[in-house]
């Protein structure tokens, strides 16, 4: 069993910075794929960014690429979100999810994944 907590949202402007952190309980967490998720109003909840148990692949959404990354410090059990030039559109609820070892490709589908966090919110403004 893992749980997942959030933390480091907020309200910022456009052009912002953001870093969310995801704390892991747990003593296993080197072997857990790890995936960044976010859900705007009335939207469905897309994958953001993964990094792969074993810290070999990292995937990320076309809509972040070059503004986001997801690293982990396995000897905190944290995974984290750095978020650059901040966007309108980034706005959302940002989850962090888990699933045991996984693959690249794995890590690009949501339902491979066990554990959910409860959801961090960021908004940014124009």
């Known amino acids: 069993q893992v749980q997942l907590v959030e933390s480091g949202g907020g309200l910022v402007q456009a052009g912002d910075s953001l870093r969310l952190s995801c704390a892991a309980s747990?003593?296993?967490?080197?072997?857990?794929?790890m995936g960044w998720f976010r859900q705007a109003p009335g939207k469905e909840r897309d994958l953001v960014a993964a990094?792969?148990?074993?810290?070999?692949?990292?995937y990320y959404a076309d809509s972040v690429k070059g503004r986001f990354t997801i690293s982990r410090d396995n000897a905190k059990n944290t995974v984290y979100l750095q978020m650059n030039s901040l966007k309108p559109e980034d706005t959302a609820v940002y989850y962090c999810?888990?699933?045991?070892?996984?693959?690249?490709?794995?890590?690009?589908?949501?339902?491979?994944?066990?554990?959910w966090g409860q959801g961090t919110q960021v908004t940014v403004s124009s």
């Open positions: 999810a888990a699933q045991l070892f996984g693959t690249y490709s794995s890590s690009r589908s949501s339902a491979t994944y066990k554990y």
């Open positions: 747990g003593r296993t967490f080197s072997s857990y794929t």
């Open positions: 990094l792969t148990w074993s810290g070999g692949s990292t």
